[in-house]
């Protein structure tokens, strides 16, 4: 390996990004150089550097000194993507983590490298009406840079994760082009541990009485939904036993609450969920006010229902945000989270899992056995395509925060391996000219 590349490591996470794009250039022939390295969590710090034969790791990229940066050929960045995502607020370039794409703005234009890569979610092509990609796509064109960029799945390159992230890549020469890669794909079963502990709690006890191993593959175990994949705490009586009648009630309010209608009768924003008033059920619920009346308070006193008050939208701050309307009657209402169970989905080992991010993670579940059991560690690990002897050696917990939040390593790959090859022959017409001169 004569040729080297110099790079580095920003928002670097566990190190996702440095993986992908060390394991093209290993490919090509190149030598990876990581001259450079920056993250402020803790814990990610802690697994970079166990990985990474205990690298120094720079903390905030904002408080850095460009010219305290080492010279390099191509900038990696997974820039936090909260901002932008569907599950968070998305506030964007105006939320700070969002500005810290301004960081990125600043290096590159004061460092000039031949290429970078950035990762992020496919959310950030639409956000602010597609405004929040204007801006970055034009910052980086003016600063030289042909820039190009697609949205790739996991699941297409030999992962069994449906994970769509966008990637930018850019160079001082040409533009990259981004289609056409070879797919691959294999099933979770493929990645799955076998004989590891198991859950005993009521919960995977319920499940285990009531349904049998293979009826539990694929299942969503929450409150907030309906339909045949989702088993609902009534079902288990995980809250307290109830009647016949109340569990079809409680399906029923389930579907009906969200319903727009509801919302243009209380003059409100529609919500996803709207609390309704003991007449209102009566509306579409065939029982007498009495009866009903007390099947209601009975659900409510065992916490299978709340009685609220609907919620509107405000804007606090410049934020929207969701207040209740003192004003209108309270209702009836689920008590809906996904996170009200300390498992909401059982993966189907013929499938693949859903996007995992920091906040399911750790609910997760797999069948091992005749057990149920959450996903360990390496099989993380293995989700995102990270190779066997990547330690993560950490609680669960914070393993599953960091994983949430990291990238599919085969897919970076895949894109680096296009990029590393032009940014080589911008390297090579440099040094040329060097050598010329």
Known sequence: MNKTLKFI???????????????????????????????IKSTAIQVYQTNFNNEKVSGDIAQIDSNKIPDFDVLLAGFPC?????????????????VLFYEIERILKEKQPGGFLLEN?????????????????????????????????????????????????????????LDNFPESHCFLK???????????????????????IDELYGR?????????????????????????????????????RRKKIWAEKKGIKWMDGMPLTLTEIASFYNND?????????DLVEKKYLKYEHPKDEFIRENVKTRLPRMDLPKGYNIVTGKLSFEINKILDPDG?????????MERIAVIDGKGIRKLSNR????????????QLNIAPKKAFDLLGNTVPVPVVKQVALRLVKTVLELKSIQQKKSFAM
């Open 190 to 212: 493929d990645i799955l541990e076998q004989g590891l502990p198991t859950l005993k709690t009521k919960l995977t006890q319920k499940l285990l009485e009531i349904y049998q």
């Open 82 to 98: 909260q901002s932008f995502s569907t599950a968070g607020v998305r506030k964007g370039l105006g939320d700070a983590r969002g």
């Open 289 to 297: 006010l009495q009866n009903l009346q007390k099947l209601l308070d």
């Open 220 to 256: 969503a175990i929450k409150d907030k939904r309906g339909g045949n994949n989702n088993i609902h705490s009534w079902d288990l009586e995980i809250k307290g036993k109830i009647t016949v009648e109340q569990k079809k009630l409680l399906n029923s309010l389930l579907k009906e």
């Open 352 to 360: 693949i899992a859903p996007t995992l991010v920091a906040t399911d």
């Open 9 to 39: 490591d920003l928002f670097c996470g566990i190190g996702g990004l440095r993986l992908g794009f060390e394991n093209a250039c290993n490919q090509l022939k190149i030598k990876p150089i990581c001259v450079f390295a920056s993250e």
């Open 379 to 390: 099989e993380g690990l293995r989700l995102f395509g990270f190779p066997e002897d990547f």
């Open 121 to 177: 979610v496919p959310n950030l092509l639409k956000h602010n009406r597609g405004n929040t990609w204007q801006i970055i796509s034009k910052k980086l064109s003016e600063l030289g840079y042909k820039i190009s960029y697609c949205i790739l799945n996991s699941k297409h390159f030999g992962l069994p994760q449906d994970r769509a992230r966008i990637y930018l890549v850019g160079t001082l020469t040409k533009q990259v082009h």
